[in-house]
């Protein structure tokens, strides 16, 4: 009877230390699953995919153009998704439009090498945006997207109150 007991015993414990093995092994599993969920899904602009945006400042008249100061590159997500949503969601203003300088020249690098620059004015309140080669339509920028994009403009994106 006390081997019996003993037998039972041992396979109870035997039970108890598979299961827990088997439920760091499902925790481990989960772990992974959870980190190929999270990869990170590069962002596109025109069907194209973002490998890198860089600014630089504008001199006294578009052409003008100083060599780029910062450099996001595809990993800085959430950058990079701010600036696709600036060219995505801008409206256009209807009319031609003539200008003459703007602030920023926003550069967008694609994985197929190809390249799309578009010319940035930004204040405060408000920005507008225009395609290097469309120079006749301007587009405004969405309005909450304003303060993201002047903090990530500025040099070693310093942190201002706007």
Do not use: H, W
């Not at 760091?24 to 980190?35: A, G, L, V």
């Not at 990170?40 to 060599?67: A, C, F, M, W």
């Amino acid at each position: 009877m006390k081997l019996l007991m003993f037998s039972f015993s041992l396979l109870c414990i035997f039970c108890v230390i598979s299961c827990s093995q088997q439920t760091i092994k499902s925790q481990s599993n989960e772990d992974t699953i959870i980190k190929k969920d999270q990869k990170t899904i590069p962002v596109q602009l025109d069907g194209r995919i973002i490998e890198s945006i860089s600014i630089s400042e504008i001199g006294k008249v578009n052409s003008d153009e100083e060599d780029p100061y910062i450099v996001y590159s595809q990993e800085e997500i959430e950058t990079i998704s701010t600036f696709a949503e600036m060219v995505k969601r801008g409206e256009r203003i209807k009319g031609v439009v003539d200008v003459l300088k703007s602030d920023y020249a926003v550069t967008f690098m694609f994985q197929d090498k190809s390249t799309s620059k578009y010319y940035m004015n930004l204040g405060e309140d408000e920005g507008s945006i225009m395609n290097q080669n469309d120079s006749s339509t301007v587009y405004i920028i969405p309005e909450d997207l304003i303060l993201s994009l002047n903090q990530l403009v500025l040099p070693n994106n310093e942190q201002v109150a706007l």
